[in-house]
């Protein structure tokens, strides 16, 4: 049973065609299975975001003050700057999946390099801060963590200032982590973008990569505030 | 509190105020327990017998699927007898929380391998608790390393030794339980060293190599007796005072009849000669034992595992140091 | 669904097929290692978490073993035998039991139930594997590369000074985490998205729902797994200071992530088994399931529940009052749902037509002993009696009654019920009936002097214990032996029947499933012709009094 081969619709203009693989009956089946499979992931990714919120909460409560100094010392800006980058950017990556579904090839791609090189802003954001924060003596995950007395006054009277920063490098980086995949993820999809592989019939690595990115955004709408601004 | 007997014999005896209860609780869950699985029992037997396929197209003899009267029976009354046993659990866990204000204060400090017990007004450690009889004890508890956890079986009394807290743990004895002693007033073993008398203590928390030899002794006294200080057994001799700190700090990984434990035998260590898993010789003159004590890490005897922890002046002075010296020179 | 033809009047199909069944359809080492077939994939889990259990088996055996004298009989230390109690913790939980029913057994019964011919992601399902295999090497690399000597559980403080091959064990169960969180995610897409023609949510045979629940466990808990075991590994490094309390960190919230996790992962591991004795009684009773609809909401309460209930693991470190009370509440709630499905297994075989097979003596033996993990379960939700009971062996006893002789022996149930189904061959069942038999009485002698021990006190993780209690190891240790030869004989007639077993029937239990409508073995694709549901559920022929 079940051998016969679906192709799925493709529009005129050097696109290409899309084989549904064999056990499915119905293009549709394809493509909602995928949807729901990328779901479920985003879900672990949730979870396993919010493992870590639940530390930083649980130790925001135990250490009040040192989370506040050390909250203090982030620069707010630079982090308001890089939620624009990320908003902006799931506002692109969203024209680029729609441009997918209208099998617009070249606003396609259009699109998702504006969403790569918003990415790249917020990494290049993110290396400026954890470059100002080491070369201020601001060490994550050694034993050589010594603030400079002026950048950082009072901050070594405060208990564990240490688990404050460490956990301030494990959320963003592990999100940074996040980034990082999504912006390979982007690239490989402009690649196949451009050679006319997604379009109105078949455009499900767009759709869910679209989603990657949006959850990727929601959970630095949570950390700016809880790292930046609630302290 | 509710006298209570052990009619199956498989309960610690019933030495604190807790017990009672707690055990009454315990054989009502087991009459419940068993009343429910005979029934599952004989059902499942019966069936599997009287119902057994005799042919092989036998048909079922019932094709029922659904009983709701019967479905709410037995989804009722578990649901009662569970929340009865919860209700009775909390209750009971609630005098197991709070002390009584009026209780005496001990301090217990838990360490890879040990117990130092600091009994009301001690300056120093011991190795066996001494509690006095029908009074409220309670027993404020920290770790120097890992996880401990204080458990006393016959008071039906367990708390979690967590480093960095401090830890509340309280019961009321009621049962009086003394070392036995021999001949010569020392107290005695079984052939397996363990001492005869007492009621058990252990530590329940996994805490390493060292886990099951965190065994020790409760003595339940009379008050009179209590009030003569039975735990206040540092001897006046420095041999003798070096043998007590031994066997409060050191016994759980080092031996004195040359077995070899988690670290070497003491048996002979003076002046003994060896290498160190840096490759270099060295001798155990009295610096190097010192050093040993203090900074265990720097140097440590190939063969073994470096998981000695540091003894600070506070746990063990200088003294007290010298002392085990003193001592250890009689080990030949 | 089909009439049900008893299986002693069904022809072999020897010759009759249309296809060929997918063991024959391609051959090589290439066709198993790179297959997309869930069937292939899921023998290949079977022989793996199979192995898997052997080590672990005997590791339990040397335990016994070195506590038949109070001073301990074999480990020439106290550290050996740590090692080797984490060993058979980590072989048991992460690599064996955790995929052991959705891994293997699912993967192969769940899309014929549900008349598919492939789990929806079949590139997911080898991926699956591959990092089930990749982390029982990085475990197994652990061992070799230094000795773990922390307990299964990896409990903060200790872990972090105790040696570094912590880390790459943590990074191994992380492996293993994502290889689970991959199965579960990719039944779920498959019950979703694949059903049959016909079959409703209210069709779907008790083991796809059982299924289904464990699966929505293993992608929401085990990323928490995934973040604790990371963060311990950064932890172990570079002292971040999350879990160290000499860095301003807390051990007992390592606890709470580890069991928020860890409780639910009892759930992963149960509510498969519950499944598999679902089916097993109904087919080998020739009756329909009593209390389907409950059963079902059941699956899905216990998995809903068994997220807040992690806290019973701590009752003993310093919890407040009310939180203590809340999770003892929650706990108990747990026992309804529980209780709900043994009376609905009893009143399943109670007037039918039942067959003492040998998956069903594995069945009946599982209510046997599910009813005593069950039942000891409440002593320890009780606080005030979990207060003495807390981490003794009477804890080991009932979570061995849970997992061991629960959802081990409904693994076995199921692998001798599908036995045919998977390879077209019959075990001898004499055999298969003893060893049944062997397992009940030997997990019995096994863990009843170790529920006896635990209420006297007895400490667990002990590599040497009082005097008093040595009688009751050694009746332990006897038990232990009765379960190595009874698991032996499984393992020499299972391998004896692949060779010269005789051909199985079409349908050898008469089962009324989808799964049972594919040729045997499955074709490829499972079917012949794509299978349509119109009947009733679990109808042997009588129709079903509702």
């Given amino acids: 049973m079940g051998h016969s081969t679906i192709v799925t619709p493709t529009p005129q203009g050097g696109f290409q065609t899309h084989t549904v693989a064999h056990h499915f009956k119905t293009a549709e089946q394809e493509f909602q299975s995928a949807k729901l499979a990328f779901w479920l992931f985003l879900a672990t990714e949730v979870m396993l975001f919010g493992g870590l919120f639940a530390a930083y909460i649980y130790f925001h409560d135990v250490y009040p003050e040192t989370f506040q100094k050390g909250g203090a010392l982030l620069d707010w800006k630079l982090g308001a700057l890089n939620t624009g980058l990320l908003l902006t950017s799931s506002w692109t990556m969203a024209m680029g999946v729609r441009a997918s579904q209208l099998s617009q090839r070249k606003p396609l791609v259009w699109w998702l390099v504006l969403t790569v090189i918003c990415a790249a802003g917020f990494m290049v954001v993110k290396y400026i801060e954890y470059s100002t924060k080491y070369h201020h003596g601001i060490f994550a995950f050694t034993g050589l963590f010594s603030p400079d007395d002026h950048y950082a006054p009072d901050l070594m009277g405060l208990a564990y200032p240490q688990l404050y920063f460490n956990l301030y490098f494990t959320m963003t980086g592990i999100h940074g982590l996040h980034v990082l995949i999504g912006m390979i993820a982007i690239a490989w999809l402009i690649w196949r973008g451009a050679q006319g592989r997604f379009h109105s019939g078949w455009y499900t690595p767009v759709e869910l990569v679209g989603l990657y990115w949006h959850v990727v955004d929601l959970i630095w709408i949570f950390l700016f505030p809880l790292l930046y601004l609630v302290p | ?332 | 669904m089909t009439t049900h033809v008893p299986a002693a009047e069904t022809a072999p199909e020897t010759g009759s097929r249309k296809e060929p069944s997918y063991l024959d359809v391609t051959k090589g080492f290439w066709s198993w290692a790179g297959t997309l077939d869930h069937k292939r994939i899921g023998l290949m889990y079977l022989i793996g978490v199979t192995a898997a259990f052997l080590c672990g088996g005997i590791l339990a055996l040397l335990i016994r073993l070195h506590l038949w004298t109070p001073t301990g009989a074999i480990f020439e230390s106290n550290a050996v035998y740590n090692q080797v109690f984490t060993l058979h913790g980590v072989f048991m939980v992460f690599i064996f039991i955790i995929p052991a029913i959705p891994a293997s057994i699912a993967n192969f019964v769940l899309p014929l139930m549900l008349g598919a011919p492939d789990v929806a992601l079949p590139r997911l399902n080898l991926a699956s594997f591959y990092l089930w295999l990749t982390g029982t090497i990085m475990a197994i690399y652990s061992i070799m590369s230094g000795a773990v000597d922390t307990g299964w559980t990896f409990y903060t403080p200790y872990s972090l000074q105790t040696q570094q091959a912590v880390v790459s064990m943590g990074l191994a169960i992380f492996t293993l985490g994502f290889s689970s969180i991959f199965t579960g995610l990719n039944f779920i897409v498959t019950i979703h998205k694949m059903r049959a023609r016909g079959q409703t949510w209210f069709k779907l045979p008790l083991f796809c729902w059982a299924i289904y629940a464990t699966s929505v466990l293993q992608v929401l808990a085990t990323p928490v797994l995934g973040i604790t075991v990371l963060l311990l590994a950064f932890e172990h490094l570079y002292h971040i200071g999350i879990f160290d309390p000499a860095h301003g960190g807390d051990p007992v919230l390592f606890q709470h992530f580890f069991w928020f996790y860890s409780h639910p992962a009892v759930y992963i591991m149960i509510l498969p088994a519950m499944g598999v004795i679902s089916e097993v009684v109904t087919v080998h009773s020739r009756k329909p399931l009593f209390g389907y609809k409950l059963l079902a909401f059941s699956s899905i309460s216990i998995a809903v529940i068994s997220f807040l209930v992690w806290g019973h693991h701590m009752f003993t470190s310093g919890e407040s009052e009310f939180v203590m009370l809340a999770f003892s509440f929650l706990t108990m709630l747990v026992a309804i749902p529980t209780a709900i499905k043994e009376f609905s297994w009893v009143a399943t075989i109670w007037g039918g037509s039942v067959a003492l097979t040998a998956p069903m003596l594995y069945a009946i033996a599982f209510l046997i002993i599910f009813a005593i993990g069950g039942l000891t379960g409440v002593f320890l939700g009780t606080l005030s009696v979990d207060i003495h009971l807390h981490d003794t062996y009477f804890v080991v006893a009932h979570f061995h009654a849970v997992m061991m002789g629960s959802t081990a022996l409904a693994f076995f149930a199921g692998v001798h019920h599908w036995w045919p189904k998977m390879f077209g061959r019959m075990y001898n069942e004499t055999l298969a009936k003893i060893s049944a038999v062997l397992i009940l009485v030997g997990f019995n002698v096994t863990f009843l002097p170790q529920f006896a021990m635990g209420s006297q006190g007895m400490p667990r993780r002990y590599a040497t214990y009082i005097p008093e209690w040595q009688i009751y190891h050694q009746w332990s240790t006897v038990g232990a032996v009765i379960l190595g030869i009874g698991f032996a004989l499984m393992l020499g007639y299972l391998i004896h029947s692949l060779f010269a077993g005789r051909k199985a029937a079409a349908n050898e239990w008469g089962g009324v499933t989808l799964d049972w409508e594919s040729p045997t073995p499955p074709n490829l694709y499972n079917f012949d012709d794509e299978p349509v549901v119109t009947g009733e559920l679990y109808d042997y022929g009588q129709g079903a009094k509702h």
């Fill in chain 2, 1 to 332: 509190m509710i006298a209570f007997q052990d009619p199956l014999g498989q309960l610690p005896p019933q030495a604190s105020t807790f017990a009672g209860d707690v055990d009454t609780l315990f054989y009502f869950l087991v009459w419940v327990s068993l009343a429910s699985f005979g029934l599952i029992l004989a059902l499942l037997v019966y069936s599997a017998i009287a119902h057994r396929r005799k042919t092989p197209d036998q048909p079922a003899l019932s094709n029922v699927t659904h009983n709701t009267t019967l479905e709410v029976v037995w989804t009722l009354i578990p649901t009662v007898v569970v929340m009865f046993a919860f209700a009775w659990g909390l209750k009971g866990n609630l005098d197991q929380q709070v002390a009584p204000a009026d209780a005496l204060q001990y301090r217990v400090e838990a360490f890879k391998w040990g117990w130092n017990f600091y009994h009301p007004g001690a300056t120093t450690a011991s190795e066996h608790l001494y509690v006095p009889v029908n009074k409220p004890v309670k027993f404020t508890m920290t770790s120097r390393d890992v996880l401990h956890s204080f458990f006393v079986p016959a008071m039906r009394a367990k708390r979690d030794v967590v480093p960095g807290v401090k830890q509340i743990v309280w019961f009321q004895p009621t049962v009086e339980n003394r070392a036995e002693l021999d001949a010569q007033g020392q107290p005695r073993t079984d052939e397996f060293g363990n001492l005869i008398g007492g009621f058990d203590l252990f530590c329940s928390e996994y805490c390493g190599d060292g886990h099951s030899v965190m065994h020790r002794k409760v003595y339940v006294v009379s008050q009179e007796e209590f009030d003569e200080k039975p735990w206040d057994l540092l001897p006046e001799d420095p041999v003798g005072r070096g043998e007590f700190y031994y066997k409060l700090n050191c016994v759980a990984c080092h031996s004195v009849n040359g077995s070899r434990l988690v670290g070497p035998s003491f048996l002979g260590l003076v002046g003994r000669e060896g290498r160190h898993t840096d490759g270099n010789a060295y001798t155990a003159d009295e610096a190097y034992i010192r050093e040993s004590i203090r900074k265990p890490m720097a140097k440590v005897v190939e063969g073994y595992a470096p998981v000695m922890p540091e003894f600070t002046e506070a746990q063990l002075s200088e003294e007290a140091v010298g002392d085990i010296l003193e001592w250890l020179k009689t080990l030949k």
